[in-house]
């Protein structure tokens, strides 16, 4: 079962709409389903509930360490409680998924994400589980920095959180560590689709 769901993002009011706080967005929906309140806690650097269950308690983080010291806030909260990598999921933003699509995924490398870098330094493995929260790219490498760090436009923003409503009826699978349903849950959750145009929209013929 997952025992610690994080949300990766950046503290401070300057950075709460931003992209790279897309982790963040969906820890407090999460908290919000299980009736949880994320209060600060020093020892783990970070927001954090307990959620108890007759499974055993479950972990809410928010790393309020900074993206790139992500690793600190989640090791310290996992190694004092015992807590698996692999009983571990991180949310996080996503450069190559469109605003609106997510995917679970298990291991890998941390490609270039500064809080994934982190968590695999800190924990000495990438076997965790990852939910990737897309919220598009920039189109050049060297506009990736300011992008995470800028707010999405309206729509993008509105399909990120429709995104993350999509996702919480995966949660009793996650929970119960029943991974392939989870996975069938978030995969196949897709954005709805564009309305059609109204004929008042519509080009004049010819």
């Known amino acids: 079962m997952i025992r610690l769901f994080v949300g990766l993002g950046n503290p401070g009011p300057e950075y709460e709409a931003t992209r790279h706080n897309a982790g963040f967005w969906w820890v407090d929906a999460v908290a919000r389903k299980l009736g949880a309140?994320?209060?600060?806690?020093?020892?783990?650097?970070?927001?954090?509930?307990?959620?108890n269950r007759k499974e055993g308690p479950v972990w809410l983080l928010e790393p309020q360490t900074f993206m790139n010291l992500s690793g600190k806030s989640v090791a310290a909260l996992a190694r004092f409680?015992?807590?698996?990598?692999?009983?571990?999921?991180?949310?996080?933003?996503?450069?190559?998924?469109?605003?609106?699509?997510?995917?679970?995924?298990?291991?890998?490398?941390?490609?270039?994400?500064?809080?994934l870098?982190?968590?695999?330094?800190?924990?000495?493995?990438?076997?965790?589980?990852?939910?990737?929260?897309?919220?598009?790219?920039?189109?050049?490498?060297?506009?990736?920095?300011?992008?995470?760090?800028?707010?999405?436009?309206a729509e993008h923003r509105e399909a990120i959180e429709a995104c993350i409503d999509r996702s919480l009826p995966a949660l009793d699978a996650l929970l119960a560590g029943e991974m392939e349903r989870a996975t069938l849950l978030l995969h196949t959750s897709k954005p709805p689709r564009p309305k059609p145009p109204r004929p008042a929209d519509l080009p004049p013929p010819g």
């Open 37 to 51: 309140t994320l209060v600060a806690d020093r020892s783990y650097h970070g927001l954090v509930a307990r959620v």
């Open 117 to 153: 870098r982190d968590i695999h330094a800190q924990l000495g493995t990438g076997d965790y589980w990852r939910l990737r929260l897309g919220i598009g790219h920039p189109g050049a490498k060297a506009e990736v920095a300011n992008y995470v760090l800028r707010k999405p436009q």
């Open 81 to 115: 409680f015992k807590i698996a990598p692999e009983e571990i999921i991180v949310a996080h933003d996503e450069l190559d998924l469109p605003p609106g699509q997510m995917k679970l995924k298990f291991g890998g490398g941390h490609a270039g994400h500064n809080g």
